[in-house]
């Protein structure tokens, strides 16, 4: 290899390291899109706002969606009532799929627009999580929805299915009913519930729970509702039907997909 070559290459393989050094916000920028979503507007003033902070991000954004007529925000298994101003952290839990999940926590108090993600990798099973920005936003379990989710082929189609998790600090989980949390964005008269159990083709098949109303007695717009739904006794993936009357009339409808490990 002629010097002049040598020194080519060596400016080639140099180049990525002298990028970085000449612009350090690239180089941060780019790290910052692991665990981030990059559609929210996260509030760059404030020491809180939503950035990535180790393996997560997390933070406060500026609000700029809007409100759908049922929202999901929570799915969990088991949920221990946590002190945000404790110091230790939370553990979250879940039966290890082997694709990657992603953890999405989000404020349920109203204009308080705090969000938390974190994708982990295929075969994980727990998230370690400081309680640091939940402490100072004096965020606890009434306030705070909780979703996982990851990829699976059913049948010819690639499903979002949520996991249940399992939320503690202190105390072992102690499984129970499915804990459901949805938001409305408007005022809302019933909510009713389906869930089937998908066949290997990605069909459902029979529906275990038909058009159950929650009874909840009272839905207003943008407050969580949370409602509690059997564990189904068979593991598998099912799907799960929201159909909503709304109290100016109309309906509105969800369906999701979620597993029982």
Same mark, same amino acid.
């Given at each position: 290899m002629s010097v002049e070559r040598m020194h080519r290459s060596v400016a080639l393989l140099m180049f990525p390291l002298l990028l970085a050094v000449l612009d350090p916000l690239g180089a941060r920028l780019a790290g910052q899109t692991a665990h981030c979503d990059a559609?929210?507007?996260?509030?760059?003033?404030? $020491?809180?706002? &939503? #950035? %990535?902070?180790?393996?997560?991000?997390e933070?406060?954004?500026?609000?700029?969606?809007?409100?759908?007529?049922?929202?999901?925000v929570s799915f969990t298994e088991s949920y221990e009532g946590f002190d945000p101003a404790l110091d230790r952290p939370l553990l979250v839990e879940w039966a290890p799929p082997s694709a990657p999940v992603h953890i999405r926590a989000q404020s349920l108090r109203s204009r308080l627009y705090y969000r938390m993600d974190s994708d982990r990798p295929a075969g994980s099973a727990s998230f370690t999580w400081p309680p640091d920005v939940l402490g100072t936003l004096r965020l606890g379990k009434t306030e705070l929805g909780v979703l996982a989710w990851t990829t699976r082929r059913i049948g010819s189609m690639d499903r979002t299915v949520f996991e249940p998790l399992r939320l503690r600090q202190r105390n072992a989980?102690? $499984?129970?009913? &499915? #804990? %459901?949390?949805?938001?409305?964005?408007?005022?809302?008269?019933?909510?009713?519930?389906s869930?089937?159990?998908l066949t290997p083709n990605g069909e459902p098949g029979p529906y275990a729970i038909d058009?159950?109303?929650?009874?909840?007695?009272?839905?207003p717009a943008g407050r969580a509702a949370a409602i509690a739904v059997q564990v189904p006794s068979t593991a598998g993936v099912y799907r799960m039907d929201l159909g909503a009357t709304l109290t100016q009339g109309g309906t509105s409808a969800l369906t999701a997909y979620f597993s029982r490990p």
């Open positions: 559609d929210l507007n996260p509030a760059t003033t404030n $020491p809180l706002g &939503y #950035r %990535l902070r180790g393996d997560r991000c933070g406060v954004y500026i609000q700029d969606v809007a409100a759908t007529a049922l929202k999901l989980a102690t $499984p129970g009913p &499915y #804990r %459901l949390v949805v938001v409305p964005g408007v005022q809302l008269e019933e909510i009713f519930i869930i089937a159990p058009k159950q109303p929650a009874a909840l007695g009272y839905y």
